[in-house]
């Protein structure tokens, strides 16, 4: 009789902790499901940050992921902390024109067009050719009524893109706001050669030249 009740004591113990291991399981395994579910549910862009993120608490040091999730923030309206990766990307390479880009892109979108003008001054001090810095300049300069030095920046964009319809067009704007009817229409038309489709440049050609 006591045997039997040390079994049967023995067999109860086992089933709780055959038990207790089922539930544990199971509850990791609905876990991980809902991680799954939840992660896939992400947009691309949060986790791409949340990557990078991680990457960064491995290694503080790693400037290209420092730049690539300030890029993020920026894109996700997170201006601070965009900023606040971009001065980090600069304390560990002094020199990174990308970083001093971003943060000219930046100043540009807030109207801090001093700003702005300063930052593609350096990045084109560095390099002349660096994709988009003429182009954000001349921008500057058009937006802020410089239109003399717009169109030196224009020139200079189309020298590094030869084929880009928007700074065509917006060279087009520049000569429209000096008077220059002609050389406005001649920028628009070329834009279409390259963009036929482009409804901006169409509708200058309409406006300065009242055909259809």
């Known amino acids: 009789m006591e045997n039997g009740r040390i079994v049967s004591r023995s067999t109860a113990l086992t089933l709780i902790a055959v038990f207790t291991v089922v539930l544990i399981t199971s509850c990791v395994a609905a876990g991980y499901k809902y991680y799954l579910v939840s992660q896939a549910k992400k947009p691309q862009i949060v986790k791409d940050q949340e990557a990078y993120e991680h990457l960064l608490r491995v290694n503080p040091r790693d400037v290209k992921a420092h730049l690539n999730l300030g890029k993020i923030y920026h894109l996700r309206g997170k201006t601070d902390k965009a900023l606040s990766e971009y001065s980090k990307v600069l304390k560990l390479d002094k020199g990174n024109l990308d970083a001093m880009f971003q943060i000219g892109l930046m100043a540009k979108e807030s109207g801090d067009y001093k700003k702005a003008e300063r930052q593609m001054k350096i990045v084109l001090g560095q ?49 429209e706001a000096q008077g220059k009817k002609e050389e406005a229409l001649k920028q628009y038309r070329t834009a279409l050669l390259y963009v036929p489709d482009f409804k901006q440049a169409r509708e200058a050609v309409i406006r300065l030249t009242g055909n259809s």
């Open 127 to 175: 390099n002349p050719r660096y994709e988009g810095a003429a182009y954000l300049l001349a921008q500057v300069y058009r937006e802020s009524k410089q239109f003399a030095k717009a169109k030196e920046q224009y020139d200079l964009a189309l020298e590094v893109s030869p084929g880009s319809a928007d700074i065509m067009i917006e060279l087009g704007m520049v000569y």
